[in-house]
T-cell receptor, first 115, second 111 residues
Framework: GAGVSQSPSNKVTEKGKDVELRCDPISGHTALYWYRQSLGQGLEFLIYFQGNSAPDKSGLPSDRFSAERTGGSVSTLTIQRTQQEDSAVYLC?????????????FGSGTRLTVV | KQEVTQIPAALSVPEGENLVLNCSFTDSAIYNLQWFRQDPGKGLTSLLLIQSSQREQTSGRLNASLDKSSGRSTLYIAASQPGDSATYLCAGMDSNYQLIWGAGTKLIIKP
């Protein structure tokens, strides 16, 4: 697609429920990144994919968070048993590769509210 | 550990003024640097990317420079307009190809 698409744009869920966030990167972009931005805070790195593999999962806050990417394209970030502290904007970005010669393009984010 | 500082944290200027936003790194080993803007409630919009072999980039009224030896980058905005009001973020890519982010400068351009 022309840009990075994220869905849903807004999600309100009850504490303890599972949620799935979706990111559809720019076609041909092999690198995909997930970040989290809490209210008034900077960006927190969660995980990145090069193709379908995730070399660095160190940013995931807990084992309730997982992510996968299939077909080198769409990625889903799953949060199990959501907690109120999971409330944040989840941003996805893609890049042609991870080599650093290309910039990142971000999606508009998913605003997650856990009540 | 690489840390990024953006100064000032907030800036309010009258329309038409030229201004400079600053970004500094504790470790000068930066591979590339990207400036973004973020509007309230929105995602991030890429403004300029300075690649590893470059020292500056220009786009319209924006000019960004990178001095790796001093670990500093500046974003220059000429003839500011109210539509420039946003939070500006700099992000440097480290040797592990990870982006390290500043906390941002909140810019308000007064009509």
């Amino acid at each position: 697609g022309a840009g990075v698409s994220q869905s849903p744009s807004n999600k309100v869920t009850e504490k303890g429920k599972d949620v799935e966030l979706r990111c559809d990167p720019i076609s041909g972009h092999t690198a995909l990144y997930w970040y989290r931005q809490s209210l008034g805070q900077g960006l927190e790195f969660l995980i990145y994919f090069q193709g379908n593999s995730a070399p660095d999962k160190s940013g995931l806050p807990s084992d309730r968070f997982s992510a996968e990417r299939t077909g080198g394209s769409v990625s889903t970030l799953t949060i199990q048993r959501t907690q109120q502290e999971d409330s944040a904007v989840y941003l996805c970005a893609s890049s042609l590769d991870t080599g650093g010669d290309y910039g990142y393009t971000f999606g508009s984010g998913t605003r997650l509210t856990v009540v | 550990k690489q840390e990024v500082t953006q100064i000032p944290a907030a800036l309010s200027v009258p329309e038409g003024e030229n201004l400079v936003l600053n970004c500094s790194f504790t470790d000068s080993a930066i591979y590339n640097l990207q400036w973004f803007r973020q509007d309230p409630g929105k995602g991030l919009t890429s403004l300029l990317l300075i690649q590893s072999s470059q020292r500056e980039q220009t786009s319209g009224r924006l000019n960004a420079s990178l001095d790796k030896s001093s670990g500093r980058s500046t974003l220059y905005i000429a003839a500011s307009q109210p539509g420039d009001s946003a939070t500006y973020l700099c992000a440097g890519m480290d040797s592990n190809y990870q982006l390290i982010w500043g906390a941002g400068t909140k810019l308000i351009i007064k009509p």
